[in-house]
């Protein structure tokens, strides 16, 4: 059985706590809240663990069953209060890492580690697809933090021989997320289409992102550990097709039979512009073709029209 580790129940690490117990994974959740109530749920043939704590701190006790992988899906803050805190973004997120890091080192040298990047804050927006050998130009604390997490993930895997990875993860949706996190394209537009209320569209709307539902997002992580292939420090996890935000806007509009009226908000570097990632180093290492942006986006309105916590709104 395939043993893994998750360090962070939020929005991603709870998906693939599920994903990896669906394949019959023996899986570890490592975090000090449970927010989608990841312990309670049907594990199917596989299994869920939760290990109440702080960082890495319960790791030796995870590693003591022996792990194949682990994955940072914590760490920091997220980018719309990075940018108040960067100081407290950067050493949440590098802590972790670093702490993680000589954890494995020293108890279990062999156990593969994976971190998830960004490739939204880390790469600047440009016409051609992003490869993950051109250089990064992070325009946010989150997006720095991120990139020097990268960093120190290469430093283990060249000074000490550490398997480490970092996966650089594009506009990920498939859930209802808080809006006080400040991220979620997607999420905010379900949220607008829901209440009413104004989406806050920053620039014309014609900028394009790539966007990848969190199921896509599950089935392509969780390939690459069981590939069993020597991984690249470095992959990108994306669709490879930019979309334009007010086409995410149309998207959400029809699949949820509602409007959705916009709001002009501060224009920012980070809004403006395309970004899409290359595939191609994904793709020689797994079978992957993701689904359409509306696919995913239809996919989501039937899952929060079948979630009876939000018929109040």
Same mark, same amino acid.
């Given at each position: ?14 998906? /693939? ?92 040298? !062999? ?40 960093? *120190?993930?290469? *430093? *283990? ?84 097709? !930019? ?41 020689? /290492? ?26 109040? /709104?």
């Amino acid at each position: 059985m395939t043993r893994i580790t998750l360090i962070g129940a939020g929005f991603l690490g709870s998906a /693939l706590t599920l994903g990896a117990a669906r394949r019959g994974w023996s899986t570890t959740v490592i975090s000090r809240s449970d927010p989608f109530a990841t312990q309670d749920a049907d594990p199917g043939p596989g299994e869920i663990r939760f290990l109440s704590g702080e960082g890495a701190a319960p790791l030796p006790q995870a590693l003591e069953a022996g792990v194949d992988a682990i994955v940072i899906a914590a760490g920091g803050r997220f980018p719309l209060p990075s940018a108040t805190a960067p100081a407290a973004d950067a050493i949440g997120t590098l802590s972790l890492v670093i702490d993680l890091c000589e954890t494995v080192r020293s108890l279990s040298p !062999g156990t593969r580690i994976v971190f998830l990047s960004s490739a939204g804050a880390v790469y600047a927006p440009a016409d051609e697809l992003k490869r993950e050998s051109e250089p990064a130009e992070p325009t946010s604390p989150y997006g720095m933090s991120r990139r020097m997490g990268e960093e *120190y993930m290469a *430093y *283990y895997r060249r000074v000490h021989g550490l398997s480490t990875h970092s996966l650089r993860c594009v506009n990920i949706y498939g859930r209802l997320l808080p809006r006080s996190r400040g991220q979620g394209v997607v999420s905010a537009a379900f949220w607008s289409a829901l209440t009413g209320r104004p989406f806050t569209l920053h620039g014309n709307g014609r900028q394009s992102r790539d966007f990848l539902h969190v199921d896509d997002f599950v089935t392509a992580t969780l390939d690459l550990l069981a590939s069993g292939r020597d991984l690249p420090a470095t992959v990108n996890v994306g669709t490879g097709t !930019g979309r334009a935000i007010a086409e995410v806007l149309d998207a959400v509009s029809a699949a949820t039979g509602s409007p959705i009226t916009t709001a002009p908000g501060p224009d920012a570097r980070t809004d403006a512009g395309h970004l899409a990632v290359d595939l191609s180093v994904l793709r020689s /290492l797994i079978d992957f073709e993701p689904r359409g942006l509306r696919a995913g986006i239809e996919l989501m309105a039937r899952d929060i029209a079948a979630d009876s916590s939000l018929q109040s /709104l």
